[in-house]
């Protein structure tokens, strides 16, 4: 019994590890997640994911503003492949490709943000969502 209880033990402090190992890396991919979108997206998106005022008006351009990242927007509606696409290529080369009459203001970044702070920045984006949003753009990705 001894010997049960000791291998229970080990399981225990194992799964404790495991977890801890788990959560500071992802809390290490969230702090870098933000860092790039201060310094990237934040500028046109805002510094709290609000986007720009009226970003659903088109300009004198034709342009419209850029949308906020939180839940009030329309990320969390398009799947990962889409909003990686959208950020490496920018906005008019990915809208040209899927054939939608729009012009995007938003640039390409692919020279400047390697995937995976593309990957940082979306979950980022995503741990500000209540978690009905995040269960709903899962299922965009197959999951």
């Known amino acids: 019994m001894r010997a049960r209880?000791?291998?229970?033990?080990?399981?225990?402090?194992?799964?404790?590890a495991v977890w801890a190992?788990?959560?500071y890396s992802r809390s290490a991919e969230l702090r870098h997640g933000a860092e790039l979108y201060a310094e990237h997206c934040a500028n046109c998106h805002g510094?709290?994911?609000?986007?720009q005022?009226?970003?659903?008006?088109?300009?004198?351009?034709?342009v419209l503003p850029a949308p906020p990242h939180d839940e009030s927007g329309h990320t969390w509606h398009h799947d990962d492949a889409m909003l990686t696409d959208y950020i490496r290529r920018g906005g008019q080369a990915v809208l040209d490709d899927m054939g939608v009459?729009?012009?995007?203001?938003?640039?390409?970044?692919?020279?400047?943000?390697e995937e995976g702070d593309i990957a940082a920045i979306l979950a980022f984006i995503k741990s500000s969502w209540p978690d009905r949003i995040r269960a709903v753009q899962a299922e965009r990705n197959g999951g």
């Open 5 to 16: 209880a000791k291998w229970l033990l080990a399981a225990a402090f194992a799964c404790v």
């Open 21 to 23: 190992g788990w959560t």
């Open 47 to 51: 510094a709290q994911l609000e986007g």
């Open 53 to 62: 005022p009226d970003w659903q008006i088109a300009d004198e351009g034709g």
């Open 101 to 113: 009459r729009m012009t995007s203001g938003m640039p390409a970044f692919g020279e400047v943000l």
